[in-house]
């Protein structure tokens, strides 16, 4: 009895310090920018991101079955709390080519100016953390937060100084790409159970609790008209947050060990950022009021199959197929993103009892694509935002300087070792090879209209480092 009782105690007392860790990594989440599949990361533990990015269609942990697919949770052999960290560099830059009319100083005609700048946001930390609970020999517990989207750019204070008009102290300028500063972060906390109906099959489902934050901001022109315009102001109204909620399905087939195959769903998640930007303002760029609008963006719904073989005890490769639907999102749509399928391939290899050696590669064609955006005044709505109209190159200026989410392809390794039956260390190495698009079309310098381009290029790289102890 008193064995009984100890052993009880101390489980409870781990469950305990992981709770009180799970809330703590919750307030540590820092602003980020992170983007890989659209503004979703390829995977949010390093087991998954070693890998690719898979965990749909095998079993790859189960703490990040928890996010990917729920149903795997039920291979659990072991209660398990795990919570780690990711840090992201992404490798921004924005480029103009005959885009503005760059000031020469007082004495001075403007000229059509070039400039390529780097965004000065560039390094994140993401924090996930994950606990899994077996009740019984069938039904699986667990609960995760996860950081699984995000992006953003700073380029305040970057490039030369264009001319946008004249008033009575002379030529009214600012910087030439506008001061633009975005950030979007976006996380999961994932309550699942998973049940094994039969060796064979497993079903899985959550609840996914949304938090998400968005602050968007630029330098933009006001009182304008085909001449010029007078001034300029801060259009940002401020970091927004909105929570929502949104849930996911998912089933599991596992062949004797040796074949595996799975299916995933999530639903579409809606968050409404609160006087986030003067739309209305920024559309006409006739007045400035400073009458902040709502902002709403809808996280997708997501399908994904895979499937995985296990051909020895220490080796196994798995293949996972997503679809995003960027097309159908509210917000995303409205800035014209493409739906994306993601293909991604991981392998693990068990080079001895304690050490995995892991690798992968991801590929998702970017949802944001090269376009020609005619004459930057364009007085044709190619979108609306939040009802209010806006011509095709300042969609794509938002797109390509606030939020470039453009990377495709990524190559991940990594690895995990056990030091003891309960306490283990996985890592992972993610790069995201540089990826540019650019839109076309005609500015209006002052004096006439010219060919020119707007620009965006992407790099990434990601270390992920976790912590595991099972109990």
């Known amino acids: 009895m008193i064995v009984k009782y100890f052993k009880g105690g101390f489980l409870m007392k781990k469950r305990l310090l992981a709770l009180a860790v799970f809330t703590g990594l919750i307030g540590v989440w820092q602003t980020g920018a992170f983007a890989t599949n659209g503004d979703d990361l390829i995977g949010v533990t390093p087991n998954s991101e070693a890998m690719g990015g898979i ?39 924005a480029e103009s080519n005959n885009a503005f009319t760059q000031y020469n100083g007082p004495n001075a005609n403007p000229t059509p100016g070039s400039a390529s700048v780097d965004s000065s946001a560039n390094l994140f930390l993401v924090p996930e953390i994950g606990i899994v609970d077996r009740i019984n020999d069938k039904l699986v517990f ?16 970057k490039g030369p100084q264009q001319v946008i008009g004249q008033n009575s102290s002379g030529p009214v300028t600012i910087p030439a790409f506008y001061n633009m500063r975005t950030t979007l972060q976006f996380m999961r906390i994932i309550p699942a159970l998973s049940y094994q109906i039969n060796p064979m099959i497993s079903v899985g489902a959550g609840i996914d609790f949304a938090y998400g934050s968005l602050d968007m901001n630029a330098t933009l022109p006001y009182g304008c008209t085909p001449t010029g315009c007078s001034g300029y102001a801060s259009y940002g109204g401020g970091q927004s947050t909105a929570l929502g909620i949104g849930g996911q399905l998912g089933v599991a087939f596992n062949f004797g060990n040796f074949v595996y195959a799975g299916l995933s769903y999530q639903t579409p998640i809606s968050l409404t950022y609160r006087h986030v930007f003067d739309f209305k303002d920024a559309s ?13 963006l ?22 996972d197929v997503r679809w995003i639907n960027w097309s159908n999102a509210n917000g995303y749509k409205d800035f014209g993103w493409k739906d ?11 080079v001895m009892p304690k050490l995995t050696l892991r690798a992968g ?15 930057n005044n364009s007085q044709t709505p190619a979108a609306y935002i939040d009802g209010y109209p806006f011509n095709q190159y300042a969609i794509d200026f938002f797109n390509l300087y606030g939020f470039p ?6 190559v991940t390794v990594g690895g995990s070792y056990q030091f003891t039956n309960t306490f283990g ?19 209006y310098n002052g004096q006439t209209y010219v060919p020119c381009s707007i620009s965006a290029k992407n790099a990434e790289d990601a270390i992920n480092v976790a912590l595991e102890w099972r109990f």
């Not at 994306?340 to 068990?350: D, H, M, P």
């Open 361 to 375: 590669f991801n590929y998702a064609r970017s949802p944001i694509r090269s376009n020609n955006f005619g004459y």
């Open 340 to 350: 994306q399928y993601v293909f991604a391939l991981g392998t693990s290899y068990k």
């Open 298 to 319: 809808e996280q997708p719904q997501e399908l994904a199959f895979g499937v995985g073989i296990a051909p020895t005890d220490k080796w196994n490769v798995g293949a």
């Open 284 to 296: 006409l760029n006739q007045n400035f009021t400073g009458s902040f609008q709502d902002l709403k």
């Open 55 to 93: 965990g749909v269609g095998m079993p790859v942990g189960s703490v990040d079955s928890i996010f990917r697919n729920p149903a795997w949770m039920s291979v659990a052999r072991s209660n398990k709390v795990q919570f780690g960290g990711m840090l992201f560099m992404p490798s921004v830059k």
């Open 405 to 410: 989410a453009i990377t495709e392809e990524a």
């Open 142 to 157: 667990g609960i995760g937060a996860f950081g699984v989207s995000g992006m953003g750019t700073d380029y305040s204070g």
């Open 425 to 443: 260390v996985s890592l992972a190495y993610e790069h995201d090879f540089q990826n540019s698009v650019t839109d076309s079309g005609y500015c």
